[in-house]
């Protein structure tokens, strides 16, 4: 018989928006990884600064450990957004991380140093209150226990769903708090009865490093490690980081719980609140944690410390897992109140212990009335009220079923566990070079996501590497218009609004409508001494030939205005006769009714990313080519150039991949080849006349190599127009010291800066960290 | 025989760039007027300070006299440029003077008080160097000579044609600067010489009043006044404003120019070279008009002293008599240079004498060689060389050949003159009164101007504004880009670039940005606690019908999204089931496939354009209306109502005719009512259902009478979005005091300036002048 809270469930299947609302909530996850080498000691670096004080990145913090970096969510409304979110800050942070440090995928450490060499994290004030909080507990419980690392799982219902549950269901006299109080508290209740279930469903460090800890019938395993004998979770058992005394509390009213951990703390068992180290706290997002605040303002939401992280999965954890607590936290809710047996503190500990140290061998799971039931059949009851209040709230979500099917098939099989397969890996590779090898494929994962922001890639590629920096950086984001990628980062106090990555509060409004009017901009830089090649646009021919003393002794290209495969197009490198002008004339007009006549500058396009006083970043852009080798054909040799993983369509990735269109078979054709022909060796063949990255070009970072003078030119040009963040064109002559012979071609009020950061060869510069930097300097 | 240059006509004539050239040149002109009382006394009132300290206006000073505005154009490559420039300064000041106050269109004064009570010009520093050089006028001329007005005519040839004349005319070891001297005094010479057919062309000050000064032969004429018999140019006749002695100059080579200027300073004639009060002077624009650094650079233009106010003109000169001394000079450069006679600074001192005192009379003219000739054929002589150089360089300038043509008859013919005609004006209605209506027509038709900047009616009247109050308060304008309404201008050493009136360096991008996109004013808004009409838009039946619960409860209006004329349209005032709900969304949809859910805020629609932290102008905004008079069809209200001079069509005018169009008749059906029928006297019929000015709405000013709590909000909601220039939308309520009714329906970023300028109703703001001071406070 399947023990359901049957009122609360017909309330809720009364009403649709209920049904949604529970379905829905407020989640946050808390993830500690140690950082090491790549032989798997504890790296000892301090914490990368690039993360800003840990004071005041809320994001990625230090745990215990310097070296053990904690990644916080910000508070997500579902489950899909708070498992991209703790992916996008485990790739951000393996990113950042000093070259050959990885994040140690499991909850158990690998190598470790001795306990006097383990860094306590370090504040800017030896006074911090966090790093005396750390002093203390490495006095009380020494260091190393410290360093296992997990996941924390942060759930509230939405307040609507409380609300409208209230309406119905509310006692006599109860105010909304005192409501909310008593649903946590429940929830909460059968947390501590059933969590055994969830360890055994979650748990994934069956093994540690011999010296780590001593834990008896552990088993001897491959490189020093020993592996606990049907074991699942050494963190969750009594040899993990647990308090000293099992401090049972009163979960039947919010009043006796609130004094059950006063007189713990009166006791001297603990300090504080915050060493309550229950599997699950009652929390209250107004408060440092201080149990009278909690008691004063009620409970907020839940927190749930027993994940372990999960080394099959390369951010630590499986969004079905997620899915899974969410649903068990439900099942807690929906249980019948009577189900949840008084006084069940010390069965639920001795449940819990035994799964964590041999759940694998299902052991038998002891009931309030001390029987004992066999493992999965007290495991399947749970399921089943699962199983039963999907069927009557979500009847048709398969992928909720199948989340739970998975865990079903757990429940019935040990060997489909994640501790199962965890043993198995462990066994099978060594504990040091399975976590290792699965630590650096993580970090290749992160690398291949660098580009993208998890969860944001309808926005632009500009956008979401803005959006990584931000959290990297410890600035929130808030996107208040996606389609047009409009975003809200605020630090500290300080708020930017900022669109399309570079439209932001520090370019003023006509400044950019000056980079806008190429009349605009040209007559500006001419003013302030800047070359910009001279060009004017005709539709009248006798207009056009009227120009001739304006051109007459310069190098110039007439050209039809539309045209892109130099159709129509004569250049004068040369002395020209007036004869020839017209003639040029003449020629341009029979192919476009608006012909263009501008001065040639000969030499390469360079863009300059320029922010505020400085060149970010300096890029050569070459259109789209292959090298030919002998052996392939032009096609075949797009092809592999193609093969590239950052060459993609639809400004999807951060390089295009060349097109074998009527555009390329053309600039083929006008140098006697094909698709089909095989270039010789070295031989460099363009397919397109244009140098844009859209249509396939190459993109390579020359910022450190570039020229002073020109970077110099670039912040010249940039705040002659009185620009803040500018993308600078420059066409620099083939002997780039013949200065004078360099012209600006165009100035960008919204530059690409994507381009920069994923150059098609050369250093990666960090474009979305300078904007932050930029913005938040 | 027509004695012309033959060589330089043939140098020109072989080359059309020069042709081009020499038609062009750079033109200035500074004219005084005296400030006026509507009985023609003398204004005795400060400096208008809305032109600013006259030590930093460019444009608008005062001359000798506190009472006597100075109006200085730019320099302009056109003589239609600077009559426009003229024309637009004359109307900047008519209508900044304080109420009652003219600009006096004679040269010679109107009423003036004794020569104690006429007030010099007033500098903020008392030891100011244009302060005490006007006190040593005064003490040296009396001050009531000083009041005597004119206008100074400043010429240069273009450069390009200097050059281009420098190449094949320059004198062996001469430099371009020698040259340049060279021309300019040939031009001078010249004009010496002829001024006297100049004067007669264009003197207009006959008449004085009596006491002013004494002339023997003046006659009486009515209003205390006196006419010079036969006379034409007070001004430039021995009782003008010259110096005490002829000071003639060497006009043969510049040393002697400069020779001789310094021998008279020398002398103690003059005390410096701004003294000399030559009819011509060769200047030069680095220096402050001392004669070292003119003997040191050179000469850059030429300044003609001898032009008389002209009354007839409403702003004090004619265009044709532009160009003709724009020709006169051109005939100094194209003549020959045996043609003039050495030492004839006499015999032209006494020719201008005799013209300017009874130059109606046709004076016999002395030549050089003392001979005397008719005064016809000696003008005529003048005349020939210009049709005939006209007829060479310029055979199909029938413009030019018609402004020759105007000014031969008044050769011929006396009567015709400028002083024959003012003569006649005097004699008609006395010189008080003649010259009083002149002044207040002129005042009109600057008011009827007031919106316009005439020479810039292609650009935005915004634009047009912007750039009248710039001159007022002395900002230069530079136009970037025309058709764009680009402008750049420069004060002292700011410049500031202005888009459209309103686009500035002042705000900043993002925040446009997110002006313009209604989703995210909104949610900024809501966030700073500013009410904003909730609002959603539905491609989807199922999905609109879903938000019930979000609209329950309120006023809403459900609506097509391209509804303009009420079609398909629900309000819900009151409570409202679901079933209606869903019945108005499917009426939406059946007339389009997008609708909008909106709540409905009843009241007015208000516009508030903020700058900075001021509101500094609240307009109320009314659709197209008539009221009836009981008499009239709509038709014909519609038809008075646009007779209003202030509408036009196409955004040329601040308001806009109301149509007659498909809008209008179905607007008017809606309501039972067709164009013919006559509604009763006091109904307002509305034409429309939108209040936009540009649909022939009304425009009222409420700015003084709006509450202060709708003011705060505007500035509220612009600071919300950190907007420096912003237009706020706001409905006020029935009840205006019902403050939490009131809501913002949108933010504009490029709000319309003009509306508040030139409202249906209320008082004109003087929205242009804010832009400025705003810019440049």
Not at 204 to 231: C, H, Q, W
Not at 544 to 569: E, W
């Amino acid at each position: 018989m399947i023990k359901l809270d049957s009122q609360f469930i017909a309330q809720i299947k009364s009403n649709p928006h209920m049904i949604q609302q529970l379905f829905s909530g407020h989640f946050g996850l808390e993830k500690e990884n140690l950082r090491v080498t790549p032989s798997g000691n504890l790296a000892l670096t301090p914490h990368p600064p690039i993360f800003g004080p840990k004071e005041e990145n809320p994001y990625i913090k230090t745990d215990f450990s310097e070296s053990q970096v904690e990644m916080i969510t910000p508070v997500c409304d579902s489950v899909d957004d708070v498992y991209n979110a703790i992916t996008n800050l485990h790739h951000i942070v393996s990113l950042a991380l000093p070259k050959d440090e990885y994040l140690w995928p499991n909850s158990n450490p690998g190598l470790i140093p001795d306990e006097e060499n383990i860094p306590i994290a370090v504040y800017r004030n030896k006074e911090d209150s966090s790093r005396l909080y750390r002093e203390h507990l490495a006095t009380e419980y020494g260091k190393k226990i410290q360093l296992l690392s997990g996941i924390h799982y942060n759930f509230s219902f939405s307040d609507e769903f409380l609300k409208a549950l209230f309406q119905t269901s509310r006692t006599e006299n109860e105010t909304f708090q005192d409501f909310k109080n008593r649903i946590y508290l429940k929830v909460a209740k059968y947390f501590m009865k059933n969590r055994w279930l969830l360890i055994y469903l979650t748990g994934a460090g069956p093994a540690y490093m011999e010296g780590f800890t001593t834990v008896s019938g552990a088993e001897n395993a491959a490189e020093n490690a020993r592996i606990l004998k049907d074991g699942i979770s050494l963190r969750n058992s009594s040899a993990g980081y647990k308090n000293k005394d099992a401090l049972h509390v009163d979960y039947d009213t919010f009043d006796g719980y609130i004094h059950s951990i006063a007189k713990h703390i009166e006791n001297g068992q603990i300090n504080s609140m915050r060493e309550f180290y229950n599997p699950i706290r009652l929390k209250n997002s107004h408060t440092d944690q201080s149990l009278e605040s909690l008691a004063q303002k009620g409970v907020e939401y839940l927190e749930i410390r027993s994940i372990d992280l999960n080394p099959l999965e390369e951010n630590g954890i499986a969004k079905e897992t997620l899915h899974f607590i969410h649903l068990f936290l439900l099942t807690g809710l929906l249980s019948e109140n009577n189900e949840l047996c008084p006084n069940n503190q010390q069965i639920s500990d001795k449940n819990e212990e035994l799964v964590a140290l041999s759940g694998l061998a299902h052991p038998n799971i002891t009931e309030c009335d001390h029987s004992e039931v066999a493992f999965s059949e007290a495991g399947l009851k749970e399921i089943a009220k699962m199983e039963a209040f999907l069927t009557e709230l979500a009847p048709k979500n398969d992928y909720l079923a199948n989340v739970v099917a998975l865990q079903k098939a757990r429940v019935v099989d040990a060997s489909k566990t994640i501790a199962a397969r965890v043993t198995q890996e462990i066994k099978e590779h060594g504990y040091l070079t399975f976590h290792l090898n699965t630590a650096k494929t993580s970090f290749e994962t992160a690398d291949a996501f660098a580009y993208r922001f998890i969860g944001a890639e309808d926005m632009e590629l500009s956008t979401q590497i803005v959006w990584k920096s931000a959290w990297k950086k410890g600035v929130k984001v808030d996107v208040l218009d996606r389609a047009e990628n409009f975003l809200r980062l605020t630090l500290g106090n300080k708020s930017e609004l900022v669109k399309q990555a570079t439209k932001t509060s520090k370019d003023n409004y006509v400044s950019v409508l000056a980079m806008e009017n190429k009349v605009v901009t040209k007559q500006i830089l001419a003013e302030h001494q800047i070359r910009v090649p001279h060009g004017e646009n005709h539709t009248q021919f006798e207009e056009a030939i009227m120009s001739y003393p304006t051109f007459s002794g310069k190098q110039i290209v007439i050209k039809p205005k539309s045209t892109n495969y130099g159709i129509g197009i004569s250049i004068f490198k040369d002395f020209f006769t007036k004869e020839a002008f017209e003639e040029a004339i003449k020629i341009a007009f029979s192919h476009d009714s608006s012909i263009m006549i501008e001065e040639f500058i000969p030499g390469d396009e360079y863009r300059f990313l320029v922010m505020g006083d400085d060149v970010v970043a300096v890029l050569k852009r070459i259109p789209a080519n292959v090298v030919g080798d002998g052996i392939h054909t032009v096609r075949e040799l797009v092809e592999q150039k193609n093969d590239d993983p950052l060459r993609g369509t639809h400004h999807l990735k951060p390089l295009e991949k060349i097109q074998q269109g009527p555009e390329e078979t053309l600039m083929l054709s006008q140098q006697n080849l094909s698709f089909e022909d095989v270039p010789p060796s070295g031989k460099t063949v363009y397919l397109r006349e244009n140098s844009n990255i859209s249509t396939g070009g190459d993109s390579i970072n020359v910022t450190d190599q570039m020229d002073d003078y020109y970077k110099d030119l670039a912040v010249k040009a940039s705040k002659a127009i009185q620009a803040e963040i500018c993308g600078v064109d420059i066409i620099i002559p083939p002997n780039p010291k013949d200065y004078d012979s360099a012209a600006i071609i165009e100035l960008n009020f919204n530059p690409a800066t994507h381009m920069h950061a994923f150059p098609y060869k050369g250093e990666r510069v960090l474009t979305g960290d300078k904007i932050i930097d930029y913005l938040f300097k």
